[in-house]
């Protein structure tokens, strides 16, 4: 006869507390703290989830639809976690049937590959259909549609109005209710340009030309930041896109043509340097500033993407 080890009675000690009224009392607790710290992330505090255009509108409704057909897999397995620890348990007079050499059933087979594939598969179809569509400007319009250079530098962002020839670091102005194709690239590592309220993330690169559509609503500040981790300065990676109205939109444009100084090649030779820096507006800039840019980090072999850019110039 085996005798009794320690560990066996703390195990049995450990079994008969899960499965007694504390343990319950204690699983209700950990489940009621479990669902209120979810509930926090739904509130307006969390941006992708309070969208103000209709980019992030679309992404917000992919991100729920994923949400719901994840919740169609993981809500049935814990309640059968939970079923099957109740009732197959090792305790006195458990009645639960014992079979140690059952090994597979066709309708477990069928439910645990299909529901996956169906899954995978609805996903993948409005995935592609929503990727698709964001490569366009986001509602049909009749206004013509604001084209900004962005490239991220070493811990700043430069953002070049290329139809209004005046440039800005660390903020970037934008009418309402108009369509903005934003052009990315990078002069110093690779990062990525997120406006969480205005839609997804896209990533800036040398020598590439990386292409994003946002529209804003209505007029606001919207927080934007670098989501790529580069270096000590990341955390000052931020900028705020200001959407106002189009007649504010000109007027700032007016502006700024009369009071801010030119950007020089001499002053962006300085902002790559690494170094954090606060807001700057310049009047005008080097006509080919973005494209030599592009051009020096290998730009040579996105020879389509160029030439887009230098009819929008020109």
Known sequence: MKEPTVQNDVSKRFRRFLCG?????????WSFLLVAFAATGCGPGVMVFSPAGPVARMEQRLIIISMI???VVVIPVLILLWYIVRRYRDVPDNT?????????????????????????????????????ALTRPPEPTTTTPLTVEVTSLD????????????????YCKIPANRPVQFVLTSDAPMNSFWVPQLGGQEYT?????MKLW???????????????????GFANMTFHVIAVPESQFDAWVKGVKKTAPPLT???????????VEKEMTFSSYPPSLFTDTIRKEGGMYMKRDLTVIHEKES
């Open 265 to 275: 090649e001499a002053t962006y030779n300085h902002l790559v340097q690494p170094s």
């Open 155 to 170: 811990w700043k962002w430069l953002f070049e109005y290329p139809g209004q020839n005046v440039a800005t670091v660390n």
């Open 96 to 132: 639960a049937p014992y079979h140690p050499e059952w090994s597979e059933s066709r309708t477990l087979e069928v439910l645990w590959w299909g529901v996956p594939i169906v899954i995978i598969a609805i996903l993948g179809v409005f995935t592609a259909r929503d990727t698709f």
């Open 205 to 209: 690169m040398p020598g590439m030309a």
């Open 214 to 232: 946002l529209q804003a609503d209505h007029p606001g500040t919207y927080y934007g930041r670098g989501a790529n981790f580069s270096g000590e």
């Open 21 to 29: 009224r504390r343990g319950r009392g204690l699983a209700v607790c």
């Open 69 to 71: 057909l994840t919740a």
